[in-house]
C-alpha cells in the first residue's frame, strides 16, 4: 500500500509538470518540430535575444507586473490595517467581499472593466482610453484580493500589545507602524507582492479585454501568433519565464520557512521566560 | 502617511501619462493587423514599421488580432481607436454595410495605381472606396506525392477518397469547411440557401469517417511529418511546408477554390487620417511590398514588388497562378446572420456525429459510475465496521 501510496504522488507530479518538461526539452531542440529530436542546441535561446519583437513586450510585461504588484502591495496592506481594526462581523463581511473577485471568472472581470473603461472614457470625452493606465489598474485590481489575503493573517497574529507599547515608548502613530507594525508583517507582506507578481506576469484574459494600440503585453501578443506555426524561440521564452515563475516561488516558500522557524524559537523564548518568572516567583 | 500616499498615486498618474504624451508628441497612427503578418526585422528581413517612422517621423502604434471576429468585437466594444485595419474581404463587407469604414482619399494615396487591375474592384467593395489590397492568397489542395497516386489528384474529390482513409486533414472552422463542400458540389461560396448549406454539411458527414483530424495550425507538422498526406490550405503555407518536405505537392481543384484578400481599411473615428493613408501608400510602394511579403509567404497585388522578392517565390505558378486558374477563385462574401446561424448548427452536426466524442461521454459516464460505487462500497465498509467494534465493545463490556 505504502508503494502504491508514493507512487501515486509521483504520478501526480508527473503529470503537472510534464507539460513544461516537454516544453523546456523543445526549447533546446535543433529542429522545429517538437515531437522529433534532432540534437542539442542553445540557438533557440540565442534567436531570442536577437529578438526586436518579443524582448520589448517581455520589457512591457515585466514593468505591468512590477508597478502593479508595488502599487497594490500598498493599497492592499493599508486595506487590511483598515479592515483589522474592524468588528469582526464587518471584517468578515470585508474579507467575503474582496475575495470575490479571485474566484470570479476572469473573463467576466475583463468584459465588465473594459465596458467600465469605455464607458469612463465616453464620459471623459477621450475616444483612445485604453492603454497603459487601464492595463495598470485592471491588474491592480486583480492583485489586491492576493495582498489582502496574505496580510490580513499576519496583522491577526501579532500581539496587539506591540504598537500600544511602542507608542508607550514613545512612538508616534506613524513610527509604531513603520517601525513596529511593517516589521511584524513584512514576510504576509512580501508574499503577497510576489503573487501579485506572478499572477500580473502570467495573467491574459483580462489584459486581452483591456488593452490598447500603445501597449501590449507578451501573453496577448502571443494569443495573436495565428498567421505563422510557432517558432522555437517562442519555447525557448516559455522557459525562461517559467524559470522565472519558479524562481519567485521558491523565494516565497525559503521566505514563509523562514518566517514559520522565527516564530516557533520566539514562542519557545516566550515561554522559556515565562516558566523562569514562575519559579523565580 | 496622507503625504506619502497623495505622493505615490502622483507619480503613479506621472508615469502612467509618459507614454501617451510621448508619442502624440511626433504624430502617430494605431495599426491593428492579424498577428505575425508584417515583417517585423526578424531573420534579416526589413522592419516595415520602423522603416515608415524613418521615412515619415509617425510613430506606429502597433496592435494585433487572432481572427476577423476578434478584430470586429474590439471595434465595436470601443474604448480605443485605430487609424489603419486589416481585415478579409468578407468582414471588409460586413464592416462597409454596418458603416464602420471611412472612405479613402486616393490623392493621398498615389502608391495605389501600382495594384494589379486583377485585384481590384472585387465583390467586397466594387469601386475600392474603402479599402486597398494588402495581400491575397488561395486555398488548394497540398499532397504527399509519395503516397498519392497522381491520377487521384486534380478534384476536390480526393478529399472523399476512401483510399486515403485516415490521412485525410481537414479544416476546422465552419466557413472553410463548408466552401469545401459547396464547391464539391457546383454551389456557390456565399450561397444563403438552406438546402444548399444541408447538402454541404451531408457531403462533409460522409467524408468525416475517412477526416484523421479537423485542425489548422498542426497541418504543418502533421503533413511535414506525413502523418497525414492530403490536407486543404493556404498555398502561401504550402511553400513554408515544401522547403521542410519536398515530396509535398499542392493543386487547385477543377470545381474552383477560395480567392482570399486582406486589405487596409481606415475605420470610422480614426484619429489620424492622413497619417493611416501615409501608411497604406507605404505599404502599396513595390519594394516595401516586396520586402514585406517575401517574408510573409502570401502573394502580394503588385506585380512590380515581385523584382524586390525572392525569384523562387515569385515564380512559383502556386503563390502566382495563371490568370486562367485565378478566374476560377471565388471569394468569400458576408453571410447573412441567419445564414451564418444555420453554418454554424450544421457544423456542431458534423463535428459531434458518431466517432470520438461518443467515447468520450461514455467513459465519463463509467468513471462517474465508478465513482458512485466506490463511495457506496466505502459508505457500507464503514458502517460495517462500526457495527463490528459495537458488538465487540458489547462483548468487552459483557466480561
Known amino acids: 500500500m505504502k508503494t502504491f501510496q508514493r507512487s501515486f504522488t509521483y504520478l501526480v507530479l508527473l503529470f503537472l509538470y510534464i507539460p513544461m518538461l516537454v516544453l523546456a526539452v523543445a526549447s533546446f531542440n535543433a529542429g522545429t518540430d517538437p515531437a522529433v529530436w534532432k540534437g542539442f542546441t542553445l540557438h533557440n535561446y540565442s534567436e531570442l535575444f536577437a529578438d526586436g519583437v518579443l524582448l520589448p513586450m517581455l520589457l512591457n510585461s515585466v514593468i505591468i507586473a512590477v508597478l502593479s504588484s508595488l502599487i497594490a ?40 472593466l473594459a465596458l467600465l473603461f469605455a464607458f469612463a472614457g465616453t464620459l471623459l470625452k477621450m475616444k483612445s482610453v485604453l492603454g497603459f493606465t487601464t492595463l495598470l489598474i485592471a491588474h491592480v485590481t486583480f492583485s489586491l484580493p492576493y495582498i489582502i489575503m496574505s496580510v490580513l493573517p499576519k496583522l491577526s497574529q501579532m500581539d ?19 517601525k513596529v507594525v511593517l516589521h511584524e508583517i513584512m514576510p504576509g507582506v512580501i508574499s503577497g507582492a510576489l503573487m501579485a507578481f506572478t499572477m500580473s506576469l502570467d495573467d491574459f484574459v483580462i489584459s486581452y479585454f483591456v488593452y490598447g494600440p500603445k501597449f501590449v503585453t507578451l501573453p496577448v501578443e502571443i494569443y495573436n501568433y495565428t498567421k505563422k506555426p510557432l517558432q522555437p524561440k517562442i519555447y525557448a521564452l516559455f522557459t525562461l519565464l517559467f524559470m522565472v515563475i519558479l524562481l519567485v516561488m521558491i523565494i516565497m516558500t525559503v521566505l514563509e520557512a523562514k518566517d514559520e522557524k522565527q516564530q516557533s524559537q520566539r514562542r519557545i523564548a516566550f515561554r522559556g521566560r515565562r516558566k523562569r518568572k514562575e519559579v523565580e516567583g | 502617511m496622507k503625504r506619502l500616499c497623495a505622493l505615490l498615486l502622483c507619480s503613479v498618474l506621472l508615469i502612467s501619462s509618459i507614454p501617451v504624451s510621448a508619442s502624440a508628441a511626433g504624430g502617430s497612427i494605431n495599426v491593428y493587423n492579424w498577428g505575425q503578418y508584417i515583417s517585423d526585422g526578424s531573420d534579416g528581413y526589413i522592419d516595415v514599421n520602423k522603416a515608415f517612422t524613418e521615412k515619415t517621423g509617425i510613430q506606429v502604434n502597433y496592435m494585433t488580432f487572432d481572427s476577423n471576429e476578434s478584430m470586429y468585437t474590439k471595434l465595436k466594444t470601443g474604448g480605443s481607436t485605430y487609424d489603419v485595419i486589416i481585415p478579409s474581404d468578407y468582414m471588409i463587407a460586413k464592416l462597409i454595410s454596418e458603416g464602420m469604414l471611412e472612405k479613402l482619399d486616393y490623392s493621398n494615396i498615389p502608391n495605389y495605381r501600382y495594384i494589379d487591375k486583377a485585384y481590384r474592384d472585387q465583390a467586397y467593395d466594387p469601386k475600392n472606396e474603402y479599402s486597398v489590397p494588402y495581400t491575397w492568397g488561395t486555398v488548394g ?13 486534380g478534384s ?63 497541418i504543418f507538422d502533421k503533413m511535414e511529418r506525413e502523418e497525414a498526406w492530403i ?99 471565388q471569394s468569400f462574401l458576408n453571410l447573412s446572420v441567419e445564414a451564418n446561424h444555420e453554418m454554424d448548427a450544421l457544423w456542431l452536426q458534423v463535428k459531434t456525429q458518431g466517432g470520438v466524442d461518443s467515447y468520450a461521454v461514455w467513459s465519463m459516464i463509467a468513471l462517474v459510475v465508478l465513482l458512485i460505487a466506490y463511495l457506496i462500497f466505502r459508505q457500507i465498509r464503514r458502517k460495517r465496521r462500526i457495527a463490528a467494534r459495537c458488538a465487540r465493545w458489547k462483548t468487552d463490556s459483557r466480561d
Not at chain 1, 506591540?162 to 507602524?177: I, K, S, V, W
Open chain 2, 231 to 329: 490536407a486543404p490550405y493556404y498555398a502561401g503555407d504550402y511553400l513554408l511546408m515544401a522547403e521542410e518536405n519536398p515530396d509535398l505537392k499542392f493543386f487547385f481543384p477543377e470545381e474552383g477554390f477560395n480567392l482570399f484578400i486582406d486589405a487596409c481599411c481606415i475605420p470610422k473615428g480614426c484619429q489620424n487620417k492622413e497619417g493611416a493613408e501615409a501608411y497604406i501608400n507605404f505599404l502599396c510602394s513595390p519594394e516595401i511590398s516586396g520586402e514585406n511579403l517575401d517574408y510573409l509567404g502570401y502573394s502580394t497585388p503588385i506585380s512590380k514588388a515581385k523584382d524586390f522578392m525572392d525569384p523562387d517565390i515569385s515564380a512559383s505558378d502556386i503563390a502566382y497562378p495563371t490568370e486562367e486558374t485565378l478566374a476560377n477563385g
Open chain 1, 160 to 178: 496587539p500589545d506591540l504598537q500600544e507599547a511602542a507608542m508607550d515608548l514613545g512612538c508616534t502613530p506613524r513610527q509604531a507602524f513603520f
Open chain 2, 156 to 218: 476536390w474529390d480526393l478529399l472523399w477518397n476512401p483510399k486515403y482513409s485516415g490521412k485525410i486533414l481537414m479544416f476546422d472552422n465552419p466557413r472553410d469547411a463548408f466552401a469545401i463542400g459547396e464547391l464539391k458540389l457546383g454551389y456557390s461560396l456565399n450561397t444563403e440557401d438552406k438546402d444548399d448549406l444541408r447538402n454541404a454539411s451531408y457531403e462533409l458527414i460522409q467524408q468525416k469517417p475517412l477526416v484523421q483530424a479537423y485542425v489548422m495550425d498542426q
Open chain 2, 141 to 153: 489542395v497540398i499532397y504527399n506525392s509519395k503516397y498519392v497516386d497522381e491520377e487521384d489528384v
Open chain 1, 73 to 112: 502591495t500598498v493599497l492592499g496592506t493599508m486595506a487590511c490595517l483598515g479592515m483589522h481594526d474592524m468588528k469582526p462581523r464587518l471584517r468578515n463581511m470585508y474579507m467575503t467581499v474582496t475575495n470575490i473577485p479571485m474566484t470570479n471568472p476572469d473573463i467576466v472581470t475583463g468584459v465588465s
